[in-house]
């Protein structure tokens, strides 16, 4: 396992606010986002379909906006893997997931360690373990101050930047991300790719809120789920730092023009 984090802090509250949800096996009742027109892949297809592992899906399956597709089996997003049961990881072992990037604080892991498939690599990015402790005293809500701090929060922009570097370098092989709920900083991680990609904001938005669908849990609930102020309050801090998306991307990512062009090469057909 590579550790490629810092430094760690240990908020207990923040840790479990992050990680509680729906019980495995929670019957969705909630209806998913409406489809924008980018959206090629359905529900059933984006879903991996593990037993032990929330919010478990494909970021593949959406049109660009010059009219190409993420190409699916690449990249794929979920919660925690410390429940995978032995036929989860050997799904994952078929999908060719050889990296498996956890974003999550060292006091999650230790609570939630996670189960790796067979030949990945595991590596560690802690994203929030840096942050101010007014940030980490609002994680409870996940709401726009914890998204904020994705963008402020010392370390946080190492941690995605080393997951894109990840992504480009894995060939034909997959990655899969994740923290433990796999809605707030992998739905952050997930709306940086995508927009990367050239996917249109509405569909970054789509793909989301479909955390609320895969987790059950109702709109404008920040603990279970996500809403749409938090994500808006990462793009717009995004601006606000750096001033404009793309800056973020290249000053604060430290993205090139190179590492976009192998990120787009590789995920886009």
């Known amino acids: 396992m590579v550790h490629r984090s810092v430094r760690i802090t240990a908020a207990v509250a923040a840790s479990v606010a992050i990680a509680c949800g729906p019980a495995l096996g929670t019957a969705l009742a909630v209806d998913p986002p409406t489809a924008t027109g980018s959206v090629v892949s359905n529900l059933d297809d984006r879903s991996l379909h593990l037993q032990g592992v929330l919010n478990a899906r494909d970021l593949g399956g959406y049109r660009t906006t010059d009219g190409r597709l993420v190409r699916s089996g690449l990249v794929f997003r979920s919660g925690d893997l410390s429940k995978a049961t032995d036929a989860d990881l050997a799904t994952l072992t078929g999908h060719r997931v050889r990296s498996v990037d956890d974003l999550r604080m060292g006091i999650e892991r230790t609570f939630l360690p996670d189960r790796v498939p ?46 894109l570097h990840d992504i480009a370098a894995s060939g034909d092989d997959a990655v899969l991300y994740h923290c433990t709920a796999g809605k707030d900083r992998t739905g952050w991680m997930s709306a940086v790719l995508l927009s990367i990609l050239g996917v249109d ?57 190179a590492d976009i062009a192998a990120l787009r090469a590789k995920l886009l057909s």
């Open 118 to 163: 067979a030949g990945a690599q595991e590596n560690w990015d802690d994203i929030i373990g840096q942050a101010s402790p007014q940030v980490m005293g609002s994680a409870f809500a996940a709401g726009p101050d914890l998204y904020r701090a994705f963008i402020t929060a010392p370390g946080a922009n190492q941690g995605f930047a080393n997951v």
């Open 201 to 257: 904001r509405s569909t970054v938005t789509y793909d989301y809120l479909l955390s609320n669908f895969y987790r059950n849990a109702a709109p404008n609930d920040g603990l279970n789920g996500v809403v749409p102020a938090a994500l808006d309050a990462a793009f717009a801090q995004a601006d606000q730092t750096y001033g404009s998306f793309d800056n973020y991307v290249h000053e604060g990512l430290k993205l090139t023009d």
